[in-house]
Antibody, heavy 122, light 109 residues
């Protein structure tokens, strides 16, 4: 069974750093991309970036480039999303999601993590 | 940047009725690169349709997708109580930001 299990909810202060995780299981972690999607309270879905754990090829949305860092450790089948200095506006639910290889000809996110709620407040 | 506009913003229907949700792109989108998701309160999104018209694994056949170019449609033939949720379309384009989602359609009873 394919599963993406994310780390738990976080409460942080502005200016603090944070790294959240997404562990894949039930499939070949290095053969699929992992994307990250933000959902601010009561709002829609925003694509942040995507990584291919097989070779760490990473692409970012211009809206998030320089604001977050996406990485992966294929030895433990885990992808990460990190901030060096959080802002109150980073308060949101963050989802990781699996994406097939681009050679499949399709572009979609088929399995999603349960989400990680990040709250940034002084 | 391709912008996806979903309509209507809210759709009020009853169980057993047919729902038609629209997703319009600001530029042509390859059908292979158009997907639909369902999100219920407190849950992660769930993939319904990929490639504009292919149902994802385990998705009931009352869900169907159609369209091409700039106009895409998600149809739910006979609404079940569990179908009341928010629905998003998503596209990919090789120019940045690569992926984008529509703003969502809320399907309510």
């Amino acid at each position: 069974e394919v599963q993406l299990v994310q780390s738990g909810a976080e409460v942080k202060k502005p200016g603090e750093s944070l790294k959240i995780s997404c562990k894949g299981s039930g499939y070949s972690f290095t053969s699929y991309w992992i994307g990250w999607v933000r959902q601010m309270p009561g709002k829609g879905l925003e694509w942040m970036g995507i990584i291919y754990p097989g070779d760490s090829d990473t692409r970012y949305s211009p809206s998030f480039q320089g604001q977050v860092t996406i990485s992966a450790d294929k030895s433990i089948s885990t992808a990460y999303l990190q901030w060096s200095s959080l802002k109150a506006s980073d308060t949101a639910m963050y989802y990781c999601a699996r994406h097939p290889k681009y050679s499949s000809g399709f572009r979609y996110f088929d399995y999603w993590g349960q989400g990680a709620l990040v709250t940034v407040s002084s | 940047e391709i912008v996806l506009t979903q309509s209507p913003g809210t759709l009020s229907l009853s169980p057993g009725e047919r729902a038609t949700l629209s997703c319009r792109a600001s530029q042509s989108v390859s059908s292979s690169y158009l997907a639909w998701y369902q999100q219920k309160p407190g849950q992660a999104p769930r993939l319904l349709i990929y490639g504009a018209s292919s149902r994802a694994t385990g998705i009931p056949d009352r869900f169907s997708g159609s369209g091409s170019g700039t106009d895409f449609t998600l149809t739910i033939s006979r609404l079940e109580p569990e179908d009341f949720a928010v629905y998003y379309c998503q596209q990919y384009d090789s120019s940045f930001p690569l992926y984008s989602f529509g703003q969502g359609t809320k399907l309510e009873i």
